[in-house]
T-cell receptor, first 112, second 117 residues
């Protein structure tokens, strides 16, 4: 059974800091890993998708890496802004039906 | 944005009543999933479908049933709603990739907030 862990569970930082969010998974036989953002009371917004054959993906100030063999991914946020405040979720797709399995998320607050 | 519509978006129902949530997609994706999201638990898989009339249980399937009579619709039914089923429900879709790595991506609906009183 795939299990996904996200560390830290919560993070509060001043504006401008560079951040690293961590995601680990127990079964390395994955198809892909997705990072999502969720604002309070809202749905999931896909930020980055890393296919199993890829090592990293970048979008603006976001960079996600994947080390499948060690079962780890990191989401790097450069020059954080108050608008980055949200919960960040990591999900890995595995199994015959590509089932996404989620971590519990990292709740991020960036204060001015 | 992927074409996924969940209905209703909000519902309040009484304990013991049946409730059906609908997920409708316009992407013709093969795989569909129902999750529930609760504080402290993250998103947990309830049921999923790998084709028309093909479904299977997820991690928290007790008290829920599903049906998929056509590719575009995946229904989640609470036969007799309980207060423990108060939650936010998300539907997702996915398709098998065509690349050598089996590349694929999951897309999520906007969620249904269900309150059982």
């Amino acid at each position: 059974k795939q299990e996904v862990t996200q560390i830290p569970a919560a993070l509060s930082v001043p504006e401008g800091e560079n951040l690293v969010l961590n995601c680990s998974f127990t079964d390395s036989a994955i198809y892909n890993l997705q990072w999502f953002r969720q604002d309070p009371g809202k749905g999931l917004t896909s930020l980055l998708l890393i296919q199993s054959s890829q090592r990293e993906q970048t979008s603006g100030r976001l960079n996600a890496s994947l080390d499948k063999s060690s079962g780890r991914s990191t989401l790097y946020i450069a020059a954080s802004q108050p608008g980055d405040s949200a919960t960040y979720l990591c999900a890995v797709a595995s199994g015959g039906s590509y089932i996404p399995t989620f971590g519990r998320g990292t709740s991020l607050i960036v204060h001015p | 944005d992927a074409g996924i519509t969940q209905s209703p978006r909000h519902k309040v129902t009484e304990t013991g009543t049946p409730v059906t949530l609908r997920c409708h997609q316009t992407e013709n994706h093969r795989y569909m999933y129902w999750y529930r999201q609760d504080p402290g638990h993250g998103l947990r898989l309830i049921h999923y479908s790998y084709g028309v009339k093909d479904t299977d249980k997820g991690e928290v399937s007790d008290g829920y049933s599903v049906s998929r009579s056509k590719t575009e619709d995946f229904l989640l039914t609470l036969e007799s709603a309980t207060s423990s089923q108060t939650s936010v429900y998300f539907c997702a879709i996915s398709e098998a990739g065509t690349g050598s790595s089996g590349d694929t991506e999951a897309f999520f609906g906007q969620g249904t907030r269900l309150t059982v009183v």
